[in-house]
């Protein structure tokens, strides 16, 4: 078997062997393109997880994903047992590989499992905040016209007048009237 290894590589052009040796002499050819396979070009899974993270060998864990992109996928199966509010969400952190550790150090290893979920909570935290108005939600138009200020007026139980000359004079004789 080594004797026909050795017989093929015999065959095989010098040129071959140096780019097989040290593929890197590729990226230095002139007029030469490179076309690149990924190693997964069809999607897969690479994780399914649900509830709190467990810490240590729960169901949440980092993973690895290999080229530059993925596809999150949140499913539900409708019961909403106790609390169907708390039910919906989800919440990922996506670093590059060799990002920083912690206290900014290069290490490659991100940021620990303390920080990932003191920033999940600071970021739950923030959106209970943000949640908005708990009463009626009233939408209105851009712009005051005489629509919306009229609306305005009947609101808080105001009068509508336009400011007019005429309007003012009378305004203030009623003033000086009930002064006296």
């Not at 080229?67 to 999150?72: S, V």
């Not at 290069?106 to 739950?124: F, H, I, K, N, Y």
């Not at 609101?155 to 005429?166: C, L, N």
Request: proline share 7%; net charge negative; with cysteine.
């Amino acid at each position: 078997a080594a004797a026909a290894a050795a017989a093929a590589a015999a065959v095989v052009d010098p040129k071959v062997l140096a780019v097989l040796r040290d593929p890197s002499c590729l990226l230095t050819a002139p007029g030469l393109t490179l076309a690149f396979t990924h190693p997964n070009p069809e999607p897969r899974q690479l994780l399914e997880a649900y509830g709190p993270h467990d810490g240590e060998g729960g169901r949440w864990r980092s993973v690895l994903l290999d080229g530059d992109g993925a596809t999150f996928e949140f499913s539900t199966d409708g019961d909403g047992m106790d609390d169907p509010e708390s039910r919906w969400g989800v919440w990922a952190l996506i670093t590059p590989l060799g990002a920083p550790g912690p206290e900014g150090k290069s290490s490659g290893g991100g940021p620990t499992q303390e920080q990932v979920d003191e920033l999940a909570r600071r970021a739950m935290a923030l959106e209970v905040q943000a949640k908005g108005v708990r009463g009626k939600i009233s939408v209105a138009r851009e712009g005051w016209d005489e629509d919306r200020l009229r609306a305005l007026c009947r609101r808080h139980g105001w009068e509508f007048e336009w400011m007019s000359e005429d309007g003012e004079r009378r305004r203030r004789a009623a003033e000086r009237l009930d002064l006296v």
